[in-house]
C-alpha cells in the first residue's frame, strides 16, 4: 500500500487548507484512514480519522469545529479540509491507514504511512 499525501503549503493565520491522501496498491480491506501531524520537537499526534465504511469520524479537540476529515468520490482518497488555521497547527502532517476497524488514536496502531506535507500558518 502507498499513500500519497498533498495539499500542503503556507497560509495566514484564519485561513484554509485542503489536505489530500490517495492510496494505492492492496487496499482492499483498509478499513480505517487518519490524518497525523507532528510539529518540531513534539510527538506525532492523530488530528482525524474517518472508516471507509459507514464514514464514522474521530477528530482531536483541537480540530474540532475546524477540520472536516471526509472520504473522496474517488476510491481511496481521504481529505482533511483545514479551516481557521492557526499558528498552532503548524506542522508535517502524513495520512495512515490501517487494516484495522477501528479508528485508533496512536500512530503505531496504523500500518501505512505517507511520507508527509509541510503545513506553516504565520500569524
Known amino acids: 500500500v502507498q499513500l500519497q499525501a498533498s495539499g500542503g503549503g503556507l497560509v495566514q493565520a484564519g485561513g484554509s487548507l485542503r489536505l489530500s491522501c490517495a492510496a494505492s496498491g492492496r487496499t482492499v480491506g483498509m478499513y480505517v484512514m487518519g490524518w497525523f501531524r507532528q510539529a518540531p520537537g513534539k510527538e506525532r499526534e492523530i488530528v482525524a480519522g474517518i472508516e471507509w465504511s459507514g464514514g464514522s469520524t474521530f477528530y482531536a479537540d483541537s480540530a474540532k469545529g475546524r477540520f472536516t476529515i471526509s472520504r473522496g468520490n474517488a476510491k481511496n482518497t481521504v481529505y482533511l479540509q483545514m479551516n481557521s488555521l492557526k499558528p498552532d497547527d503548524t506542522a508535517v502532517y502524513y495520512c495512515?491507514?490501517?487494516?484495522?476497524?477501528?479508528?485508533?488514536?496512536?500512530?503505531?496502531?496504523?500500518?501505512?504511512w505517507g511520507q508527509g506535507t509541510q503545513v506553516t500558518v504565520s500569524s
Open positions: 495512515a491507514g490501517t487494516r484495522a476497524t477501528t479508528i485508533f488514536k496512536r500512530p503505531r496502531e496504523y500500518d501505512y
